[in-house]
């Protein structure tokens, strides 16, 4: 039975991947939860659901708030931050997933918090654990009580059994039993701890701010917000244990080069984060070049489809040499909620969200660049509006290579069979959409945009693309259980 | 630190025994949850601070709510309980401990549900437990991760680490561990569940409503509103599992005569409940006949302190000849909660709840009936509107005996050392709350009103009255291992 | 179309009288509103719905709150009440009639406010304007705007075209243009003013508060909330203007001893009120002793109809020997309040709200004294239950007259023919009740009751009984308009 | 004393200016009012801080609702819009000045309504009457009660004294007697109206929907987004009464060609609008290249600042083939309400709207485009932020003329001596706010962007551009009563 106020998109309307979380946390500096708050405002983009906040406070102990709802609309109160004293604190922001059912809902939200005989522990984790429902029946089996519905629990759990006497050694015991994707920030009550899987498919950095506090963050944006100076990535494999001013570091986790997820430089991460010392505006923009080199087409305007489209759009228009314009505006009063809507509301769609600009449209021969394509179903709502405003001609360029695979590592993806590439051929879905042309960048100009001068390695590729490639760099173990096929060899 | 919005309760201030809980079940019905609201609102005396509902349906699982505030201001709208469908059903009302703390609180409000390896478990307990702190740390030691900071959550653990295969043996299990006062409701997709402890201290009865539905509730008020019939008690000891339109009762815990709390009869049972085939007011009517008869005194008014003096009053008046009268008349707009008030409503004190029936009190000798003195401010309050309003005496007569001794068998009472009686003699209280004269029921008096026609046994107390006497029926051993001092043997 | 929200009282459901209004205001105090939230507080019983203040700051001029719901839940935030600075205030709670629209219902509630050219003036009023539709359809000619559907915002109006310099005599202009009952209470910059029509059907009180503060309030009950002494009531036909801590007399209109409503005695009032010199609590008592003595009947309990009954029940009980129980109990959780209640809710009816003390009513005869009958669908509910619980006989003892006319002058009646009074004999009334016996208190008795000794004076009667005795000391104009029928001449 | 929850905008702080209103109508469709939210949510950009909907049904009489926040968050629910029913309805976007206190707040909101002896009549207004202190004091002083602070309810009480039988003569009667700015949307029981003062300062737009359905936009937008078709632009001077699928045209206030305002196509307008056949977009893109005309500089890149610079550097871009590039991004979660926001909030100020893209940035000569200049703080905080980043050189562009006198015809502007180019000469600004250089296009230019290829007319301008010139088309009555100076004659 879903809860009332369940968001209702009138855009997309589940034809869309979403990143599933963003972590931040924060060490040695005066009510640190006020930094997290602002933080979570600038990953605000990976999760926007629901959010949580754990401060400790030596003479208040642990003490957490959950809230369904934007950050500002929460974490900004002078009132709600005063519960949250301390110099310690992390976060979290989340999608909150369609199966969340009314008794589990807001315990499902993030970070979870563990009472152990050493003292308490808080963990937020961004990513997915791909034996997650196997590790769940084994803990059932043996005595453990769930309270949420979220897989993550599990590390709380795994912890709770672990022999050692120290809670970070706990931590990596239980992270070394589960498999998949996690970027994971952590909190006793004297450390601040910050963990990469093997092959580092999320993102973790580290910053610097005032003269002994150090910061976890999902993304550079995060540092920015609150002043703090970008130290490094935490790398593959790595965990930080960040106490008294020090970081330590170990690679519990092994040593490799890792492979980040590519999907972050298209769409998720913010244009203004720099990952792997490149900005992400940069690599979306490289990526419009490449299409333009790729794909060129005759046309007279190139226009974004706003908002994630937009860096492409402008690289696609510098390549080209045809000029760039917005075409489609966006209404920025649009969230994502709408509580309750009137049936006008549910069948007005799109237009609630974004408005051609007909007299710049008309009569002229239109390439539109967004990010992706997954089920399709918004192309074609978009191709609709811009001919009804007289284009004659519509022309997709799609900064990412065909997403015919889910990916099971943190993004919610539809099934397979919802996937539009993976039911049809880029022809099948240009006529499908029913425009004059459709083009994806190859996944060799993707890795070229994003600095890979060479491309794919097609033995060790650099990335994780199994959304485009479906080669999973983990096997997706529940998944299999559950009859996933995976891609036959060749 | 304190959350904002907790009640500020302009009277009493601390100044009050609470019951802590009150647990209704129902199952057989179609819209059970509906009927367990109503069963709370009849209940809420109990505990107002917060309620929950669990419920079970085949299609849709089990569903919970859990809420701040009166059961009639949120389990009462057809959005909500929309979401609790089922035909089996339970729910908890509590009052809120002043030790929780931020992050636990509404985790706090039960029922409890566990997911074990054959289902799904809902618990909610009236109650105390005496050893729990240390089978929590045990628990913990052993791997269970604590939500809330309620101790009635280690039933739920304690049920994980059964080896039984049946949930119903598990509770069976669990419960065999704890030590102190139960009343139990509990349910599993198929069962409801009712065990009381082996002494009986909190009241548990079974009723029945329709065809082939099952009620269980703290108190028979709660059967009266849903228009269920009353049964029986569940008995001191016994276990009842409730399924298919049967009932099966086993005896897991012993077979005496229980020990019931008298203190239910005294404050905090409904007027209108019926216990051990006695109506409560009548017992209240027979402590103020006792009490006319063991303290009488000169005067021109009985005037009971409202609410919970009124039906002693009237036995006084009845007995005495002393005409009754409402000398003090108490706002019916007054709840216990001020959120954020003003400093002019902090100040304002009793009169927010209470004001004095100044033409007929001026210049009259005044018996005022109560039902207990806890710390004595409150009397203390009372007696100056009287004086105030002008009368000639004051004389108090409470209908209970002295509370010198805390509760820990699930009644909220202040540390021994703030309880006026264990500081002061009969006199000295009269002398400090500053009136004509003060007199408690006798222990013997208390009983022949609840029906024991030749007072309290010595050797083997019909009842639990360790609250008056300092005689614990079970040892309360998180309290002594904290140093409480027991009643020296005489 | 009704706004969401609106109440749904389980008991009642229409059948019963409402006062519409309470007035209150003190000057010469810091943070007047603050004793205004108070006094509005103790007088909620007057008006359950709505409330609104004003206050005036030098500094910062006119301020003014108006909010749906329990004074105590709004006007007691520190927060909200810092908008309202100033030494003079003013404040108005009332009960919100069915035919509030949604544009208009926020803007029904008091005070009323205008801005004049010699500044501003707000205004609360507690009573009915007998001409003020024709009044209204007078002013719209002339050009004026309204902005509620409330006939008390003439008052403003009138003003308004009143060629007086001076807010106070243009506030004498604007009533002697009105017909019909008020209390009213109003300010200007400088001044707190208190005005009672001619017969003074409404109460108005004067106070005292510390060395030059000044109340008024609509019942003795509001100065004591604030630690006020009584002064004296406002006569008949009397304006008091308070200014620099003096108050000034005059009668623009008349000096006759006026007819005030009997039924404040009988109902409206509250019981630690005084009205003219006496207890309200004392003639309910009186009331009491009057129906036993003129209407016996062997019985073994009398129970009050909670809890407006109660007064009378005690009389009753003192008067006849039988013993005087609480039979009924009060759910004191109920408010009159349920939004978007289930439809379980809905049934649940009378239950709700109270229980019967089953073990103390079977078998038993049982007389139960409440304070009216309208409709009388209330009285058959409480009967049923009654019954329901193995009562041997009912008897109803009716506080008050039969109520056969409806109210003009400021409590909300249904219309004549809904009255049960009005169609029924007083046997007839008993058998569709379906009780054993059900006796009224004559009108003479009444008046004995509130100290008028030999009784009704049929020349020229003491009070204000239109309800009882269809005998209207204004003509209603604007319902004769409406087609209403007089009782004939005799 | 203001309100709690007052927004507070972290960027601007009250350094830009605003659009006072928009307003909507629409009948001939069911439903009505679900039109007009969905207008006015396309409108939003005019005013954020209130909204208010009236409609009309025969059968429930008119409707009222009015609420501070977005459209979105209050209009699109079907329990409120279920208290709008009809086919007839008009609205009011709104924004919320400082002047606004507590008691009159949300009676400021329109659609303001008055009830006339031959029916009510709601008018929502857009613009800002030059003269209306002067008839308030007049109207108040005649016996008017004015219920708002705001100066359009002048309009209502205009009517009420109108003797004429008909309310759109009445609304003639009434907008002969203002001065100043007005486009006004009106309704009647059967009647939609619009009307344009004689110089049409603000817009206002006809549309059509359905077979007989007409619809009344302050922009085009508002028609797109419901997908009625633009059919004109009301005329200067012209008033429209449309009933029964007929528009009747009269032109009561003259037939001059207009001065409309030109700051709606620099920047208030949406970019999706179409004014006078002309794209909003189109005209600021061609702002941009005169500018680059006007004040080339040497530089690596071209930024907007977002998000209103953007169409104006593109322009820029493409007219000096310097790179376009969004070197600062704005982060899409903030509003501009924070309420209660804690000190780091408060502190963070532009942090927390804004992002540079510092990879981009660092070591380049970058060109910012912005809409306007008012205060100058907050492009004093841009430009920190810019160099903070590293950037080589700062060069600011201004796509409009230096706003040196303030709006009296519906924009919200500071005092004269608050705006930056009133004190300043564009050097002194560059100096003051600390760039490298400062430009602001032309008056000339800006009228050529506008369509005016011969730019401005000096003897007939085209465009009122008071903001700019000082020179106002209609006299500042109120104003000049209050000291201000006009501009003195050349």
Known sequence: ????????????????????????????????????????????????????????????????????????????????????????????????????????????????????????????????????????????????????????????????????????????????????????????????????????????????????????????????IIGAEFVREIEPGEMVVISDGKVESTRPFGNSKGRFCVFEHVYFSRPDSIIGGRSVYETRYQIGRELAAESPVEADLVCPVPDSGTPAAVGYSHASGIPFAFGIVRNQYVGRTFIEPTDQIRNMGVRLKLNVNRALIRGKRVILVDDSVVRGTTSKKIKDMILDAGAAEVHFRIASPPTAWPCFYGVDTPDRDKLLAARMTEDEMRDWIGVDSLRFVSLDGLYRAAGEARGRDAVCPQFCDACFSGEYPVAPSDQLDRGFQMKAAE
Request: proline letters at 3%; a neutral charge.
């Open 1 to 224: 039975m879903p809860l009332p106020g369940l968001p209702f998109d009138p855009l997309t309307d589940g034809d869309t991947l979403h990143e599933e979380c963003g972590v931040f946390g924060v060490t040695g500096v005066a009510e640190a939860a006020n930094f997290v708050a602002l933080g979570l405002h600038a990953l605000q983009h990976r999760g926007q659901e629901a959010g949580g906040i754990v401060a400790y406070d030596a003479a208040d102990g642990f003490n957490s708030v959950r809230r369904f709802g934007y950050v500002r609309d929460n974490f900004t109160k002078a009132s709600l931050m005063e519960t949250l004293p301390g110099s310690l604190a992390i976060g979290h922001v989340r999608y909150s997933t369609a199966g969340s059912k009314g008794h589990t809902a807001l315990r499902d939200v993030q970070p979870f918090f563990g009472e152990f005989s050493m003292g308490g522990c808080a963990i937020a984790h961004n990513g997915n654990l791909t034996n997650a429902a196997a590790l769940r029946r084994e803990l059932i089996e043996h005595g453990s009580i769930f309270q949420s519905s979220s897989d993550s629990e599990c590390i709380i759990h795994l912890m709770a059994r672990s022999i050692q006497k120290n809670l970070s050694e706990r931590i990596k015991d239980a992270l070394r039993r589960v498999e998949g994707a996690f970027s994971v920030v952590a909190m006793t009550r004297t450390k601040l701890i910050g963990v990469r899987d093997a092959l580092g498919v999320r993102p973790l950095v580290l910053g610097r701010i005032g003269d002994k506090g150090y910061v976890l963050s999902s993304e550079t944006c995060g540092l920015d």
